[in-house]
């Protein structure tokens, strides 16, 4: 149907469904006028998430004494290439509304 691997398409419901606690509280905040508590919370909430769960993950097979590998093929390296673009860019947007809100 779409010829997506199975693999990625539930990346891509993993990542939505955690992401929806976290939108429906940032837009809470917002409207409660908090809008740079949810401009943080958009930002440190994932980067917190990934840093702990890579590095737990990371850490834990270390220490199992197993080696562990990248091994990237084209779609992999265009979809690592996207998603680094798309957090750039979001960087540079949030900077700029946070420096324009003072």
Excluded at 10 to 39: E, P, Q, R
Excluded at 53 to 79: A, C, H, M, P, W
Excluded at 87 to 92: F, P
């Amino acid at each position: 149907m779409t010829k997506l691997q199975p693999f990625y398409l539930g990346v891509i419901i993993l990542g939505v469904g955690n992401s929806l606690g976290d939108l429906f509280g940032n837009m809470a905040l917002t409207k409660l006028g908090y809008s740079k508590m949810a401009l943080v919370g958009c930002i440190s909430s994932p980067l917190f998430n990934t840093l702990i769960g890579l590095g737990i993950s990371f850490g834990v097979y270390r220490l199992s004494g197993q080696k562990y590998e990248f091994n990237l093929d084209n779609l992999d390296t265009v979809l690592t290439l996207f998603a680094l673009v798309c957090l750039i860019s979001y960087k540079i947007f949030t900077i700029g509304i946070v420096t324009k809100s003072k």
